[in-house]
């Protein structure tokens, strides 16, 4: 059966989450991961792992980083190698080379980020030690099947939350209120387009992230992603609350009991619609993106 | 010592022979597919063959990009093009996408692979992982500081290239799909909508932010002009202009004002010359400034209006021949100008030099008050020798 990761939430709620019936957590590092609610020290990995018992724990290093920052990374790599963990995620290549060269023995997982698209660079990727990946949110069902059955990976998808749209290295929030010479009060902030009028939310930290206003709400393509023996499915909290999110945990596990009753799944997708504060969409899930002049209006 | 590459971007046929005049040591272009400027001209196998001819008589090199990031649907008919592009002899393909490594060694096609901009290389370990793929060049992300390619270079002696003049993204190249969700077109594939050049408005969870001044992210354009003898001195091996949707007046007068530059450096006259500042800058449609070379960027390394391009009226003309028996260049017109004006003309290999306009003929040798009508042909007095492809721009060196 497909497994269902979410990420590892503030210490005071993971006993809550424990209640529910999920495989694992990425756990988000201080200073080398992006956009967790919360994070854990370096120092509090080990500490976890003794705590955390019966789930799969990725260490999610899902950015990218710059050349004075990789010493610091391989550092940390290296002092986790040996712990009772179930492996690494990574977006940034440089990480991949590390694993390698320190022989890492663990999962390796691509956080592939926005190009994970397709089979033959999984395929590549496995070759060269990696052996999950969580695809890209830009594609559609029908690609994630097709990536499923063509390469030779654990393939993930996530089906829950926020969509990230871009990563900016500037201070871009910063810069524009130290243009209009006021005080940024708050990390997160919303933009609306003047042409098509919607609506994008930014947070600033170490870089400037883009994500939608929406969120996904996938629930009714996990049926299908399990007959296409997907591996695994990802379920982010991100900017959303807990409480909500345990029922979307629950309403996940739930279908997995019963996947093939069309009438429980849609039922289910009105619970994680009512469990979600914000509107739902299914991304791309069922949209394909277009590139050639021709193909515009198309969809 | 090795000299410095100068790359230059070749839109298409007529621009590719434009950079190579010009002083390009090699240039990039685009195929029909597999190309992130899936709505440019771009290059059909014929006219790929006749430039990688063109350039190579040329001396110059020929880069092909075929970097878009893959979905299952790409794959048809990549083998067979990559075989075109070994066939037809072209110096390098410029990729992102890692699995066309294993794709050439498996059917066993010799093209050297260069890793595009678009994979983000940031740091020396991702440069490591690809030196060991057999990866002869990677094109450093936009984001690296003149500290970062030192580093990167001494750490991992790979041939690096480092984008010295044009446009920037305002997200890590590759990490950016805000055109798919904005506009449904796919940012990895080509079809970018630059939603970075739009204006939005800024809310915290109740109120409008922005009131005189709206929410824009767009980045300035990047010049590294001034620090062409550092990255000389750090071991870079190419320098890229961006632009392969540009003009033969930008690519060309980019050209002339860098290769004249490095060309200084080697020769041992290099001094800092406010004339080929302005002269890039007069043709540039949008302010330059060094990026993240000597600093990290803050706020005025962006606008907060949105799309900012200043229109040019400075290019004048292309020369057609030079009749030397009347002594009169016959040129295609481009832009406005007068009998009385002082104009430019500027070529590949020469001192640009000024010229005053006595009369103006038409192609009936009726003499004309003005040059009106773009693309009409028409002749212009001058005692000095020009060569067909020089160019005829205002005098601005006077007007600044």
């Known amino acids: 059966m497909s497994k269902i990761y979410i990420p590892l939430p503030a210490k005071k709620i993971i006993p809550l989450y424990l209640q529910q019936d999920f495989d694992g957590f990425f756990v988000g590092i201080e200073g080398l991961s992006s956009n967790f609610n919360s994070y854990i020290t370096r120092d509090e990995v080990k500490d976890l792992t003794k705590s955390i018992k019966d789930k799969d724990i990725y260490i999610c290093l899902n950015r990218l980083y710059f050349n004075n920052e990789i010493d610091s990374v391989k550092d940390f790599l290296i002092s986790i190698k040996d712990l009772d963990i179930t492996g690494i995620c990574y977006t940034d290549i440089g990480v991949l080379n590390i694993l390698n060269e320190i022989c890492y023995d663990k999962d390796i997982l691509w956080y592939s980020n926005h190009i994970g698209t397709n089979s033959e660079t999984i395929n590549f990727l496995g070759k060269r030690g990696v052996s999950k990946v969580l695809l890209s949110s830009e594609i559609t069902a029908y690609e994630i099947k097709m990536i499923v059955k063509n390469s030779s990976l654990r393939i993930g998808a996530e089906l829950y939350g926020f969509l990230n749209m871009a990563t900016s290295s500037r201070k871009l929030l910063s810069n524009y209120f130290e243009q209009i010479d006021e005080k940024k009060e708050k990390e997160k902030y919303y933009i609306k387009d003047k042409v098509k009028e919607g609506t994008y939310f930014l947070v600033e930290d170490k870089n400037t992230n883009f994500f939608t206003n929406k969120v996904l709400n996938g629930i009714k393509f996990f049926p299908e992603l399990i007959d296409s023996n997907i591996d695994f499915i990802f379920l982010d909290d991100y900017m959303l609350n807990e409480n909500n999110f345990y029922n979307i945990i629950e309403a996940f596990s739930s279908l997995r009991k019963a996947y093939d009753d069309k009438e429980f799944v849609s039922k289910l997708e009105q619970v994680v619609d009512v469990n979600t504060y914000y509107d739902t969409f299914y991304g791309f899930l069922d949209k394909k993106t277009v590139y050639k002049v021709e193909d515009y209006g198309k969809n | ?400």
């Not at chain 2, 685009?30 to 350039?55: C, P, Q, W």
């Not at chain 2, 001192?351 to 009508?373: P, T």
């Open chain 2, 1 to 400: 010592m090795e000299k410095i590459e100068l790359l230059a971007p070749a839109g298409d046929l007529e621009r590719l022979k434009w950079a190579c005049l010009y002083g390009a040591d090699a240039v990039y272009l685009g195929g029909e597919k597999f190309s992130l400027r899936a709505n440019a001209t771009n290059f059909s196998i014929e006219e790929m063959e006749e430039g990688v001819k063109y350039a190579h008589d040329h001396k110059v090199k020929v880069y092909v990009t075929v970097n878009i990031v893959f979905h299952e649907e790409d794959f048809e008919g990549l083998v067979e093009y990559l075989k075109e592009l070994e066939k037809i002899g072209i110096d390098a393909i410029i990729a992102s996408d890692v699995f066309i490594l294993d794709l050439l060694k498996d059917n066993n096609i010799n093209l050297e692979f260069h890793l595009s901009t678009q994979c983000s290389c940031l740091n020396k370990e991702v440069v490591k992982f690809f030196k060991k793929e057999g990866v002869k060049r990677v094109v450093l992300a936009r984001e690296c500081s003149k500290e970062d390619i030192k580093n990167i270079i001494d750490e991992t002696g790979i041939d690096t290239e480092v984008f010295v003049h044009g446009a920037m993204c305002m997200g890590y190249s590759g990490r950016c799909t805000l055109s798919n969700y904005l506009t449904n077109r796919d940012s990895n594939r080509g079809a970018c909508a630059q939603i970075c050049r739009w204006t939005f408005d800024l809310y915290d969870e109740k109120n409008k932010i922005n009131k005189e001044t709206d929410f824009s992210f767009a980045p300035k354009d990047l010049s590294l002009l001034n620090f062409i003898p550092d990255l000389i001195e750090l071991g870079v091996k190419s320098l890229k202009i961006e632009g392969r949707m540009k003009s033969i007046y930008y690519v060309a007068t980019l050209l002339s004002v860098y290769r004249r530059v490095i060309d200084s450096y080697y020769n041992g006259t290099y001094k800092y010359s406010k004339k080929d500042e302005i002269e890039l800058y007069r043709c540039a449609n949008r302010d330059t400034l060094p990026q993240y070379f000597d600093k990290f960027p803050g706020k005025d390394e962006q606008y907060y209006i949105g799309r900012q391009e200043n229109t040019n009226q400075d290019f004048l003309g292309v020369v057609l021949e030079y009749d030397s028996k009347n002594k009169e260049i016959v040129f295609e017109q481009r832009n406005y100008f007068e009998v009385g004006d002082t104009i430019n003309i500027f070529g590949p290999n020469k001192e640009s030099f000024n010229l005053k306009i006595d009369y103006i003929k038409n192609k009936d040798g009726e003499l004309v008050d003005a040059a009106r009508h773009p693309q009409e042909i028409l002749r212009i007095p001058c005692d000095k020798m020009v060569d067909k492809y020089d160019l005829m721009r205002v005098d601005f060196f006077k007007e600044d």
